[in-house]
């Protein structure tokens, strides 16, 4: 006993505080900084929108944005998804609803008051040539708002190279923010807030008790019993779920970013 003590005050005197204490500056620190933003926060990224304005969400997916964004604000949307099935889904939604590729837009020159990009521009092939396709169709004074997730530096090459071979990512997309900042500057907008987001809405999340933690239950499912899994479910689709699974791990621990843009149209 008295050797464990005798450690235990070592400890303490070389590392500082005693754990009690840090325990407590953690739970104060927990109790006192500003809490997580949730999902649905980057949505006040959006400047208000003039009576029967016309809103793009670019990449929508279900269109799961583009409604909240017309209650919202109260706008004319168009949905744009490469995915067919996608559309089919938005336009059962009541949204109008098109199948095109977002470097190549159906839609006339200066137009909208509002492009919505939200986790779109990192599975694009070419980042600079998709902005340069949402600016155009802006009118001026128009907002693209851009949301994109990124590697950082954290992520270690072995971890990069399985993640982009599993979700058959972009070449640029290992690159972090520098290939989307080069393309925002090439485009001609004006840069009115960019804002790191993640890790926030993964907190949020958490602290929500949502969905995340059966996710984390999941990959460590996955993980454990990594043969049976992948027999089951082929290489391909394992190593696919398993990277949309590290996807919010990697967000908490900073090898992967999620970065807002307000951009606006000169």
């Given amino acids: ?144 708002v851009l949301y994109v997730a990124f590697t950082t530096p954290a992520l270690e090459p072995r971890e990069a190279d399985r993640l982009i071979t599993a979700l058959d990512m972009p070449d640029w997309w290992a ?9 925002i500057a090439r485009s001609g907008l004006e840069v009115r807030r960019v804002e790191p987001i993640s890790p926030e809405h993964q907190e949020r999340a958490l602290l929500d008790g949502g969905g995340l933690a059966r996710d984390f239950a999941i990959l460590a499912r996955l993980q454990r019993e990594r043969d049976r899994c992948e027999a089951a479910m082929g290489t391909a689709w394992y190593e696919r779920w398993r990277a949309w699974l590290v996807w919010a791990p990697y967000l908490i621990l900073g090898k992967l970013e999620t970065v807002a843009w307000d951009l606006r149209r000169r």
Wanted: hydrophobic residues 45%; aromatic residues 4%; glycine residues 8%.
């Fill in 175 to 183: 690159h972090g923010r520098r290939p989307v900042q080069d393309a």
């Fill in 1 to 144: 006993m008295g050797d464990r003590r005798a450690l235990r005050a070592s400890l303490t005197e070389q590392f500082g505080p005693s754990y009690e204490a840090i325990e407590a500056t953690v739970e104060s620190l927990m109790a006192d900084t500003r809490p997580p933003r949730a999902l649905t926060d980057l949505l006040d990224f959006i400047a208000p929108l003039p009576a029967g304005g016309l809103a793009i969400d670019a990449g929508s997916n279900r269109g799961k944005w583009a409604v909240q964004i017309r209650e919202r604000h109260d706008c004319r949307i168009v949905a744009i998804d490469l995915v067919h099935g996608a559309m089919v889904l938005a336009a059962a939604d009541g949204l109008p609803a098109v199948t095109a590729d977002i470097e190549a837009l159906p839609v006339r020159s200066g137009v909208a008051d509002l492009v919505w990009c939200r986790d779109m521009l990192e599975c694009v092939p070419d980042p600079e040539a998709a902005v340069s396709e949402l600016a155009r169709v802006l009118k001026g004074g128009g907002q693209l």
